[in-house]
């Protein structure tokens, strides 16, 4: 493929020569690591998890079957701990002094600088102290946290004493995380008093006293100051971390892990029921993080990097926090929002740190590409020299604005896809060794073996559309559902036998290169956030009005997919602008001001077939205002309903 096209081009965007040449793995390299991959494994892998500190090297490198019972081990035998790679080794090797964390607060006046040395001392005084509470290897611990060193230092220091962490976004509600807890079963909880994001403060302290009402297991509450808000202390349980952390031994032994023991715990979405809890294990998704963060960003030593996720996403586990801390970089953690003090906050902090390398979502790009060039163009961002994207596809009008407004074509434009289960990237390209498409990921990264498959788990070949499917393991790959193995086949591994199943469908070019459309089941992608529709429907109906809802996903111009209700009230209850009002309130306070709807239409009936299984695709269609295509809606128990629906629809 030629590699050095020009940006003229707007189907194929070569990368610039000079970017080629400075890039680590060049076109020759990147086709040796894809070959060695798929030829000798064990070889492979078996070097790369040299990236990473070992107390013990593993000999036995991959042991994975999608079949049956699923057993995936990656580097059996081997024995580490994941802070000593973040940490320990950077002080060895005479990193110490180097800038670990660089933090921006939501306020632009407040800064910080954290140095591997200092970053190292945080989280070892902090790792004894739970040490002393009794915490250790294989306890839960629920961390919910806003973007501040603290919540890095929370991770790491669990890491390093064993103890699984468990990430809850600081943005859903006490029921969500009391959920997540009791699903976890942890005994401690990491918070703080407060947040800030956009110029406003999170109560996350009260938030958790309301969760804990429901969590029995939760022994310890380590409470971070903050914003140093008032907070209500509760006498044996709470802590202040400052106090625990002042009388702590500054000496912290890391647990000695198996490289399959459990690293954490992270929940997201499906299709049905409860967020599962995603395990990740300690070796392959240390050895996935580095990699993948070194190649896709072609990271060099002394460069600043951005990522502009939340700790609580996975974005933010590999790609602020494990992957930049293991490769020795210097990881941006940002509080703030892109749009507050104003629009140009992205590019105001790039000048401000010269930031080299930048990772954010399709649905910032898009927010800022309606406020116009201006507020890009009032700062240079010359030090920036490649973009990333993440969490939804990207179309390729944002991709170019990306491209051309924000990154001058001077920086070439990776397209990561992944998802919380493969713990790291798994398709985008390496930049400098893949020709761009805007609007495409690309291709696969070494040792990742993706395959689209007709609904009959048909294998479909060369240019084609499909469900996407990995049909080998990589070692970041998670490993369970925490508590709940069975789920875990049936979720991934039962609709297409011996093959993980994404959710994701895709197409492919005549190039090989994938074209992400989008989940086809029952998960929607608000603005980068994961949710199932069942859990926005559970929301509803527990409102004591609402008889019946049904969510599904529509088009967004700003957030890719917004949330579409469809409400059925008890006989008797009477829709109003008022009733509507509080039920949007109401999703807000049961999960979290993401699952917010965007529209609520009220429904005398759902169309249901006769055995009462309710047609989500004409719920679909009738969202997307598409409503030509509505197919056959003989099968229905009363066709009626939809014409009323598609007389009512809102927006
Ligand atoms: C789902 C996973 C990836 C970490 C953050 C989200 C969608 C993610 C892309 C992309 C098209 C993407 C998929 C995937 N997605 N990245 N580059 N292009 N779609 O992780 O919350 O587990 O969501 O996000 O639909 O299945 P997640």
């Known amino acids: 493929m030629d590699t050095h096209l020009h940006a003229h081009h707007d189907e194929v965007i070569g990368i610039k020569a000079d970017a080629a040449a400075r890039t680590h793995v060049s076109v020759e390299r990147r086709q040796a690591m894809v070959r060695e991959a798929a030829v000798d494994p064990n070889g492979f892998w078996g070097k790369e ?101 603290d919540a890095a230092v929370a991770m790491l220091a669990c890491a390093r004493i064993g103890a699984i962490h468990s990430v809850v976004f600081g943005g859903f509600s006490p029921d969500s995380l009391a959920s997540r807890i009791q699903d976890g079963n942890s005994v401690a909880l990491i918070t703080a008093d407060e947040g800030r994001r956009g110029g406003r403060s999170v109560p996350l302290k009260a938030n958790a006293d309301q969760a804990l009402l429901e969590c029995p297991t939760v022994k310890h509450v380590i409470v971070a100051r903050n914003t140093d808000a008032p907070v209500n202390m509760h006498p044996g349980r709470d802590h202040w971390w400052a106090t625990l952390a002042r009388h702590a031994d500054p000496v912290c032994q890391p647990e000695p892990m198996n490289a399959e023991d459990p690293m954490f715990i992270l929940y997201t979405s499906g299709s049905t029921g409860k967020p599962k809890g995603v395990l990740h294990t300690t070796g392959g998704y240390m050895v996935w993080a580095s990699f993948t963060h070194e190649v896709v960003f072609d990271y060099r030593p002394g460069e600043i990097y951005w990522c502009t996720a939340d700790v ?185 036998k011996g093959m993980y199943f994404t959710g994701d469908g895709a197409r492919r070019d005549e190039d090989g290169y994938y074209w992400i459309t989008g989940r086809v089941d029952d998960v929607i992608n608000v603005a980068g956030h994961r949710m199932g529709t069942a859990e926005v429907e559970s929301a509803l109906v527990a409102h004591p009005k609402v008889a019946e809802a049904a969510v599904v996903g529509m088009p967004h111009e700003i957030k890719g997919q917004g949330i579409y209700c469809y409400v059925t009230l008890n006989a008797g209850e009477e829709p109003s602008d008022a009733l509507l009002a509080e039920l949007r309130n109401w999703v807000r306070r049961e999960i979290g001001p993401i699952a917010t709807p965007d529209a609520i239409q009220w429904a005398p009936g759902l169309p249901k077939t006769r055995s009462g299984k309710i047609m989500r695709r004409i719920l679909r269609k009738i969202a997307a205002n598409e409503l030509d295509g509505l197919g056959d809606t003989s099968t229905l128990a009363d066709p009626a309903v939809v014409d009323d629906l598609v007389a009512n629809r809102v927006m």
Not at 75 to 94: K, M, P, Q, T, Y
Request: aromatic share 10%; with cysteine; hydrophobic share 35%.
């Open 49 to 149: 998890a040299n990236r990473i500190s070992w107390m013990v090297k593993p000999s036995k490198i991959k042991n994975t079957s999608f079949h049956d019972d699923v057993q995936i081990k990656w580097f059996e035998d081997g024995i580490l701990n994941a802070s000593v790679s973040c940490l320990d080794r950077h002080l060895e090797e005479g990193r110490g002094d180097r800038v670990a964390i660089l933090w921006e607060g939501d306020d632009p006046s407040m800064d910080e600088r954290v140095t591997y040395r200092e970053l190292y001392n945080r989280v070892c005084r902090l790792g004894s102290a739970m040490r002393r509470l009794g915490i250790g290897k294989g306890d839960v611990v629920t961390i919910y946290m806003p973007m501040i060193v």
């Open 312 to 496: 609580g996403w996975v974005t933010g586990h590999t790609y602020i926090v494990y992957g930049p801390l293991a490769n020795g970089a210097t990881t941006l953690m940002f509080e703030g929002v892109p749009s507050y003090p104003d629009n140009s906050r992205f590019w105001q902090v790039v000048d401000k740190h010269q930031v080299n390398i930048f990772y954010t979502a399709p649905t910032a790009i898009r927010a800022l590409m309606r406020e116009g060039e201006k507020p890009v163009k009032r700062w240079r961002r010359d030090s920036l020299r490649l973009l990333g994207s993440v969490g939804e596809p990207i179309n390729p009008e944002a991709w170019l604005w990306y491209y051309r407004v924000v990154g001058e074509e001077r920086c070439p434009v990776v397209d990561t896809w992944w998802q919380t289960e493969t713990g790291g990237i798994l398709i985008s390209p390496l930049p400098g060794s893949v020709a761009q498409k805007p609007g495409s990921a690309t291709l696969p990264l070494p040792g990742v073996k993706p395959a689209l498959v007709d609904n009959d788990g048909k294998l479909l070949e060369g240019a084609t559309e499909g469900n996407l499917v990995i049909t080998d393991s990589w070692p970041g790959q998670m490993r369970t559902v925490f508590g709940d193995h069975e789920r875990f086949i049936q979720t991934y591994f039962s609709t297409f």
